[in-house]
Each structure stands twice: as C-alpha cells, then as structure tokens.
T-cell receptor, first 113, second 108 residues
C-alpha cells in the first residue's frame, strides 16, 4: 500500500508569513502525528490527531496548529513564522494505539528567511 | 515527564565487529520502546520494538527495566548498517519521545 505522503516537500517563507503543510496517511490509519526535526533539538513531538480530534499536544507555542479531516488527511499550520521555525517537519501515521508502529513520511523542509 | 537518552552522537565500528547502541529512558509507567533507523536519503522507519521481541536485520534489543535501558545490539556489523539510529518511547498516548540519535558508521 502507498506510504505516508507529505506536500510540499520544500518550502521557503519569509518571517511573519504563515504556512500550511499537508499529510496524507496510509489508508486505514486514523492517527496522524507531527514532529519537528532540527539539528539542535532533534525530533520533537508537535501534536497528534485521531478521528479528527487533537488527542495529544507537545510543548510548542500556539502559532503551531493542526487539523484532521474525515478522510484522516491532516494539515499543520504555522502562523507568524520565525527564523527558528526552519526545520524538517515530519508526519507519521498509525492505527492509533501505542504498540503499533508509526509510519513516517519523507518530511517537508521549511526554510524561513 | 519521560526522557530518552542516547549518550553517543557518533559511533564508528569496523565491519564484522559487534555493535551496541545505548539507550536509557526515564518514565514512571510501563513504556513501549522502539528503535527507528534512518538510512541516507530515506525516511525514518521502524527497526524494532520491544514488545515483539524479534530480530530485524540481525539487530536485537532487550528492555531492562531495572537499568531503564533498551540497548540495540548486533553481533557482526555490516556496511549497510551505517545510518542514524533513534531510540523512542511511547507513553501510551501515541506520543513518541525520541532520543537525540546516534550516527553509526561501519568502517570497511
């Protein structure tokens, strides 16, 4: 079956702008999680959605938000971009329980100038 | 709050030598522990999880609750094992807490 897909793969934005990233999970997966990966902080959990509801949230400011649609596709939005938001944003999907594997997408590389 | 520590950022091992990637965790409950691997130019993928107790690509990892460790081991390293390895903990809420990763390089 098709893997997790993320669009766009690369993005360049200016400080103060906002951005929306998209993630399509593996068919049948109802949980979508988002992670930020930077050289300094590593992989950090942003939030997780399950059946259109945010179920878990990491320690990121309110500028980071997300949503999930009825087909399990998810979007992540970052408003008022800062230089420090430059990172690889990874999306992962799973069946929705702790013991199940999370399948990762290729990521969206966001550069804020 | 849970925490995962991978003390080695870089590890170089000769081909055919044993490999051990260290992972320690702190968590008050019963964790689900995983090792993820990222090969060059590929996406992050699951290598193994403690609950399945299986060996993948010759790698094994045993959960030691007394020492709060989940070290990854392989008796004989191969060149294709060169990659970035991440230890991760799931607290039961679908939130993975990752270690900072260890870059393993196998020297031919």
């Amino acid at each position: 079956k098709a893997g997790v897909t993320q669009t766009p793969r690369y993005l360049i934005k200016t400080r103060g702008q906002q951005v929306t990233l998209s993630c399509s999970p593996i068919s049948g997966h109802r949980s979508v999680s988002w992670y930020q990966q930077t050289p300094g902080q590593g992989l950090q959990f942003l939030f997780e959605y399950f059946s259109e509801t945010q179920r878990n949230k990491g320690n990121f400011p309110g500028r980071f938000s997300g949503r999930q649609f009825s087909n399990s596709r998810s979007e992540m939005n970052v408003s008022t971009l800062e230089l420090g938001d430059s990172a690889l944003y990874l999306c992962a999907s799973s069946l929705g329980q702790a013991q199940y594997e999370q399948y990762f997408g290729p990521g969206t590389r966001l550069t804020v100038t | 709050a849970q925490r995962v520590t991978q003390p080695e950022k870089l590890l170089s091992v000769f081909k055919g030598a044993p490999v051990e990637l260290k992972c320690n965790y702190s968590y008050s409950g019963s964790p689900e522990l995983f090792w993820y691997v990222q090969y060059s130019r590929q996406r992050l993928q699951l290598l193994l999880r403690h609950i399945s107790r299986e060996s993948i690509k010759g790698f094994t990892a045993d959960l030691n609750k007394g020492e709060t460790s989940f070290h990854l081991k392989k008796p004989f390293a191969q060149e294709e094992d060169s990659a970035m390895y991440y230890c991760a903990l799931n607290d039961g809420n679908e939130k993975l807490t990752f270690g900072t990763g260890t870059r393993l390089t196998i020297i031919p």
